[in-house]
């Protein structure tokens, strides 16, 4: 069965230091997503992604985050400069269109010290 | 107020009990999903609805649009069904907005 992959699993990055994650949608997905989710809170909405470009974010979505396709098939998450706040796990997810079934990744852990 | 509010937070159950998860939302949504999280933290997709009940197996999920309720079934629970149930709504655009989550546990 098709599934959205994320890489790494874990990261451990120090404050101020930049991070990317990735991700591998499912490959005849159009609409991508990043979630994010606080230990012990709920999930929260970041972005969303269609035709390469943002269609919609949150007000958690600031100038230190940005998003990008660099080919046809990672969709990463980049965080510019991080704080220890942004210590979550993150989520992305795909869409074959705008709405129907959404396809979660297993989550990349971001411990920010 | 939330905008998606579950209920229970938590819930204890034996094995072989039927189950029963509530969700209620404020806004006007466009479908409704149901979602297991399992405790390394992935999300699964169980359900997508925009009317009336949808069954999976031992999984059954409905919705009351006018009532702005939705619930989740789950029959001859198995303590592999142990795991988090969360609800999460779709309004405008196609961003989720999620419950706090059902924390089930099933003993055998």
């Known amino acids: 069965e098709p599934e959205v992959t994320q890489t790494p699993s874990h990261q451990v990055t120090q404050m101020g230091q930049e991070v990317i994650l990735r991700c591998v949608p499912i490959?005849?997905?159009?609409?991508f997503y990043w979630y994010r989710q606080i230990l012990g809170q709920k999930v929260e909405f970041l972005v969303s992604?269609?035709?390469?470009?943002?269609?919609?974010k949150s007000e958690i979505f600031d100038d230190q985050f940005s998003v990008e396709r660099p080919d046809g098939s990672n969709f990463t998450l980049k965080i510019r400069s991080t704080k220890l706040e942004d210590s979550a796990m993150y989520f992305c997810?795909?869409?074959?269109?705008?709405?129907?079934?959404?396809?979660f990744g297993q989550g990349t852990r971001l411990t920010v010290v | 107020k939330n905008e998606v509010e579950q209920s229970p937070q938590n819930l204890t159950a034996q094995e072989g009990e039927f189950i029963t998860i509530n969700c209620s939302y404020s806004?006007?949504?466009?479908?409704l999903h149901w979602l297991q999280q399992h405790p390394g933290g992935g999300i699964v997709s169980l359900f997508m609805?925009?009317?009336g009940k949808k069954k999976h197996g031992r999984l059954i999920a409905t919705i009351n649009i006018q009532e702005k309720h939705s619930s989740l079934h789950i029959t001859a629970s198995h303590p592999r069904d142990s795991a988090v149930y969360i609800c999460?709504?779709?309004?405008?655009?196609?961003?989720?907005?999620f419950g706090e989550g059902t924390q089930l546990t099933v003993n055998p």
């Open positions: 997810a795909s869409r074959i269109g705008f709405s129907g079934e959404a396809f």
């Open positions: 609805l925009s009317s």
């Open positions: 490959s005849n997905h159009l609409y």
């Open positions: 999460a709504v779709e309004t405008s655009g196609s961003r989720l907005t």
């Open positions: 806004v006007g949504i466009s479908a």
């Open positions: 992604f269609y035709n390469n470009e943002i269609s919609e």
